[in-house]
C-alpha cells in the first residue's frame, strides 16, 4: 500500500538516504516501498536535540533512518538510563519506544518518543 504524501511549499522531506525538498507550489504524490520515510516537522538534528528525550529521539530516528539498530544500540540505552533517573515517571512509555524497536517497528517508535518529547515540554514549563 503506497503512503500518500501532501508537501507544503518548500517543505523537506527524507525518502530513504535522500533529502527533497519541494518546489513553491503545493505537491501530491504517493510513495510505494519500503525507505525509512520523515517528513520536515518529524526529522530533529544534532542542534535541535537540546533535551533528554530529543536526544533519545534523535537516537532512535538515526535507527529508522539507517536501518541499523546495533549500531546506535548502546548510545540508545545510555540515553534511556539518563531520562529515566531525571524522570522515573517516563518509563511506561519508554520501555513502549523500545519494545517497538526491538520488533523492528522503528517509524513506531519516533512516534512513542514524541509523545515523550511532549510531555517533556509541559514538566519544563
Do not use: W
Not at 546495533?70 to 531525571?86: I, R, S
Amino acid at each position: 500500500m503506497a503512503l500518500k504524501v501532501e508537501l507544503k511549499p518548500f517543505e523537506r522531506i527524507i525518502i530513504g538516504e535522500s533529502v527533497i525538498t519541494n518546489s513553491e507550489t503545493r505537491a501530491h504524490f504517493l510513495i510505494d516501498g519500503a525507505a525509512p520515510i520523515l517528513r520536515e516537522k518529524d526529522i530533529l538534528t544534532a542542534e535541535t536535540a537540546n533535551s533528554p528525550v530529543k536526544r533519545l529521539y534523535l537516537c532512535a530516528q538515526m535507527m529508522y533512518l539507517e536501518k541499523d539498530i546495533p549500531k546506535y544500540q548502546e548510545l540508545y540505552m545510555g540515553f534511556v538510563k539518563d531520562l529515566l533517573e531525571a524522570v522515573p515517571s517516563f518509563r511506561p512509555q519508554i520501555e513502549d519506544a523500545s519494545k517497538l524497536i526491538l520488533s523492528g517497528q522503528l517509524y513506531n517508535s519516533l512516534k512513542e518518543i514524541r509523545k515523550l518529547i511532549k510531555l517533556e515540554e509541559e514538566l519544563l514549563r
